[in-house]
Every structure is written in C-alpha cells, then in structure tokens.
C-alpha cells in the first residue's frame, strides 16, 4: 500500500496547511485492501450535507468549495443536502453508493451518517468525517473545535469587560448546539474551560439544539425563570445567538454579552449594531481544502496521515478559528466570506461606516 502522509503544519494565515510530505510506493502488494473502487466509482465523491437550516455555511461555502477543490483536482463531485431528515439522508447516501463512489465525505445529522459509515467501508468505501465527528470514520477533516469554544468563552468575557461587570457575579445563560452534533460537546467543554476559569457558572442551561427560533423560545424561559435579569449568554452559534437576541430586544435588555459562531450575515450585523459581542469565523475554504487533500490522495489509493487524533483514535486535521468582533467584520468580507452588501442594510450601515465594512 501507498504511504502519504498529510500533517497539518503551521497554521498559515489562520488556515491548516496540509503538506503531502511523503508518498512512495509500498513494497508488499496491497494486501487485502479492498479499497480499490476502480473505474468510474474512483473518480466520484459523495458528499453529504446535513441541512439548511442550522446554518447558511452548508449550502453557500461548504458547497461551493468541496466541489471547486474536487473538480479542480479533476474528480466528480456529487455533493446533496439531506435537509434535515435522517430517512433522505439515508436514500441520498443509498443512491451514491449505488452510483458509486471512491471516497465518501459525510456531514453527520442525528446520527445518520454512523450507518452509511459502516456501508461504505464494507464496500471499501473510506469515509472522511467532514466537521462533525462519526464513530469509525477514517478520518475527520474539522476545525479545532475546542478552540472554537475557548473563542466562544472570551467572547462571553470580552463582552461582560465591557459593560463594566465582574464574571464571578455575572447572571450567565448557557445555550448549546444539538447534542446529537458530536461537536457540540466540543464546543461546550471550550467554553466552560475559559468561563470557569474566569468564575462563571450557568445560572440557567436550556436544551441544546441548532434551531434560532427553537433557541428563542428556550432563552425566553430561562429568562423568565431568571425573573428577567441576564448579563451574558453563551451561544454556540450565529443562528441561535439571533434567536436568542429577538428575546433580548423584546424585553429592552442592551449591553448582554452574546456569543456565536460561524460569522454569518445576521451573526455580523448584530456584531455591528452591539446586540452580538463577537462570533467565531470559521474560514470554511481552509476546512474544505483540508478535505479535498484527503479525499483526493485516498481517491489516489495513498493513505493519509494526520497530525492529531480524536479520543476514539480517528486521525484528525482541524483548522484554525478566528474570533471577530465589530472591528475585524470588515477581514471577513475581505475574505470574501461575507458580503458588505447583504450586512450593510438598514440600520447597519451607518455602522459598517464605521467600522470600515465596504
Ligand atoms: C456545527 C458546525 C458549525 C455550525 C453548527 C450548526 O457542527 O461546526 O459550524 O454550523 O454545526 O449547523
């Protein structure tokens, strides 16, 4: 079998930079791998998006760049959304297979992907876990997602700073993702790490879930149980952080500290109108190049190897989060990961005059 071995070095930039730094053929034979599709199923890779709804990332940058960075290495990319439903999740991944594929890239939702994971592989089929984790994948392509959390917790801390109050007083709302996300403990044990550090406990800690208007609803209660006093709130993500900030507009409570994560639309202009203290910006391109290099050298029949691994032993190549507050919206859009047209609407754009959003 064919070595390659991928470390991800130096962060460059904010980006995990994959070097092939080895690849020569091996002297045995390739003993009983039966990983070999061959034909047209070699060239094709199946991917699979969780939804729409918890985030815009998955249709308007996943997409895009796990299929630029596929084509362009001169593969077949069929990448389809299982919107949210474990059962069409399923028949897409029953469908490709059927197709074939040489290499399989799967969102996780709900934990649909963990039988297509077992399919594939039985098939000979390799499974990259792309962002969120999957029992028995060979490999998972993400973003140091506990770091995305550590972020999360500075933000809660920067934006209780600022309104002057003290983090071992502070009346804190803890509103995580979807525990069926294997990232969102990830996420959490981040941001608790930073918070507790800091003397912060939850004064209230509803469901997780990946829904705004769900999160409004949540935060709403706890508020009302919290008879209407909160300082801080803790969000896993830009979506959720919107829903939660309707409550907190609903009931004239300014100066919160919010975080988010993921640098989306409503996310940066909340930022911009002081409703969102910061969110974590999470350059997908630098997750999907990450992925495609693995995908790719295993569509070539190489073995790639990462740097790190996840507690299970899946090999793991993370990424690197950025925390971005009103002034650093502007690197986003320069990214090209945002558009100052969309953000700078209405209210926002005396704002984004402000801070240099053009
Ligand atoms: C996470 C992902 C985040 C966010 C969230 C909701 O797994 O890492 O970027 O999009 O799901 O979909």
């Given at each position: 079998m064919k070595r390659t071995s991928l470390a991800s070095a130096a962060a460059l930039a904010g980006a995990a930079a994959l070097v092939l730094t080895a690849c020569s053929s091996g002297d045995s034979g390739d003993s009983g791998d039966s990983g070999d599709a061959?034909?047209?199923?070699?060239?094709?890779?199946?991917?699979?998006?969780?939804?729409?709804?918890?985030?815009?990332?998955?249709?308007?940058?996943?997409?895009?760049?796990?299929?630029?960075?596929?084509?362009?290495?001169?593969?077949?990319?069929?990448?389809q959304n299982a919107q949210g439903d474990t059962q069409q999740y399923a028949t897409i991944a029953d469908q490709q297979l059927t197709q074939g594929c040489g290499v399989m890239l799967l969102v996780d939702?709900?934990?649909?992907?963990?039988?297509?994971?077992?399919?594939?592989?039985?098939?000979?089929?390799?499974?990259?876990?792309?962002?969120?984790?999957i029992a028995g994948a060979d490999y998972y392509v993400s973003f140091d997602n506990i770091e995305v959390g550590r972020l999360e917790g500075q933000a809660v801390l920067d934006g209780l700073e600022a309104a002057g109050k003290d983090p071992a007083e502070a009346v804190v709302v803890y509103m995580g993702g979807d525990p069926a996300d294997g990232n969102a403990a990830m996420f959490r044990d981040g941001a608790v790490e930073v918070m507790e550090a800091a003397g912060i406990t939850a004064a209230a800690e509803p469901p997780g879930v990946w829904d705004g208007d769900e999160s409004a609803t949540n935060f709403e209660q706890a508020l009302t149980s919290l008879g209407g006093e909160v300082d801080a709130v803790w969000v896993a993500n830009d979506t959720n952080a919107a829903g939660?900030?309707?409550?907190?507009?609903?009931?004239?409570?300014?100066?919160?500290?919010?975080?988010?994560?993921?640098?989306?639309?409503?996310?940066?202009?909340?930022?911009?109108?002081?409703?969102?203290?910061a969110t974590v910006y999470?350059?997908?391109?630098?997750?999907?190049?990450?992925?495609?290099?693995?995908?790719?050298?295993?569509?070539?029949?190489?073995?790639?190897?990462?740097?790190?691994?996840?507690?299970?032993?899946?090999?793991?190549?993370?990424?690197?989060?950025?925390?971005?507050?009103?002034?650093?919206?502007k690197d986003v859009v320069a990214a090209g990961d945002a558009s100052a047209e969309e953000i700078c609407q209405g209210d926002v754009a005396p704002m984004c005059e402000e801070y240099g959003v053009e």
């Open positions: 061959g034909g047209e199923a070699g060239t094709r890779a199946c991917v699979i998006l969780p939804d729409a709804a918890s985030s815009p990332r998955w249709e308007n940058f996943d997409r895009k760049y796990l299929q630029e960075g596929l084509e362009a290495a001169g593969f077949e990319a069929d990448i939702y709900n934990g649909a992907a963990g039988a297509v994971t077992e399919n594939a592989q039985a098939q000979g089929i390799p499974v990259i876990a792309y962002d969120r984790p939660v900030i309707t409550i907190l507009q609903k009931n004239n409570l300014e100066g919160v500290a919010v975080s988010g994560q993921d640098a989306n639309v409503a996310g940066l202009q909340n930022i911009l109108l002081g409703w969102q203290t999470k350059p997908v391109k630098d997750e999907a190049d990450a992925a495609v290099e693995v995908a790719v050298a295993l569509l070539n029949d190489e073995t790639p190897e990462a740097d790190q691994t996840l507690d299970d032993g899946t090999p793991y190549i993370a990424a690197t989060p950025i925390l971005v507050g009103p002034e650093q919206v």
